[in-house]
């Protein structure tokens, strides 16, 4: 077993639980439809960090010749992996009374899942310009997009609706620069 699959067995363990997640909540929001108050950017938002998880995951393939390796690496890309599971973990509502409030559940506790994507695209340019050997300029351009957003989100709740917009937008565009 080389190291990146030593590495990458555990990160896509993180991932695995995140991607279950969102699946298993979309599942119990299917069940209890009519208990469920559906909101479309919610949606738009749990199917951004789906985007999210599979773009790391991608990303790690992408790491297969990298020789590197050292415990920080494997640190940070546990890390990372660790801030996908809790913006996925946050991303819709899981309420114990059995009301889901979409839209409400972003513009409270959904801003833990903003929160967590920070921590993510505040990784993103050590991973870019340290093991992938990208551009420094670019590697920290596009991700301030993102701290952005997310900074936004935390910061003005009411905006949630349109800002997912973008950050479904500013997913599916780093989905295709990365692919």
């Known amino acids: 077993m080389t190291q990146h699959e030593y590495i990458f067995v555990t990160v896509s363990i993180v991932l695995g639980l995140a991607m279950t997640r969102i699946l298993n909540v979309v599942g119990d929001l299917t069940r209890h439809h009519r208990q469920v108050k559906f909101h479309w950017s919610t949606a738009?938002?749990?199917?951004?960090?789906?985007?999210?998880?599979?773009?790391?995951?991608?990303?790690?393939?992408?790491?297969?010749?990298?020789?590197?390796?050292?415990?920080?690496?494997?640190?940070?890309?546990?890390?990372?992996?660790?801030?996908?599971?809790?913006?996925?973990?946050?991303?819709?509502?899981?309420?114990?009374?059995?009301?889901y409030d979409m839209l409400l559940h972003s513009?409270?506790?959904?801003?833990?899942?903003?929160?967590?994507?920070?921590?993510?695209?505040?990784?993103?340019?050590?991973?870019?310009?340290?093991?992938?050997?990208?551009?420094?300029?670019?590697?920290?351009?596009v991700p301030s997009v993102g701290i952005l957003l997310m900074i936004l989100v935390m910061a003005i709740p009411r905006w949630f609706q349109i800002l997912s917009v973008f950050f479904a937008a500013y997913s599916l565009l780093l989905l295709y620069v990365t692919v």
């Open 44 to 99: 738009i938002w749990g199917m951004s960090i789906m985007i999210f998880i599979l773009q790391l995951w991608w990303m790690g393939w992408g790491l297969r010749d990298f020789s590197g390796w050292t415990f920080r690496h494997f640190v940070v890309l546990i890390f990372a992996s660790i801030c996908i599971y809790g913006a996925a973990e946050m991303a819709f509502p899981d309420s114990e009374d059995g009301s």
């Open 107 to 141: 513009q409270s506790q959904g801003r833990l899942s903003a929160l967590a994507m920070l921590a993510y695209f505040l990784i993103g340019p050590y991973v870019n310009i340290v093991m992938f050997s990208n551009p420094v300029s670019l590697s920290i351009a």
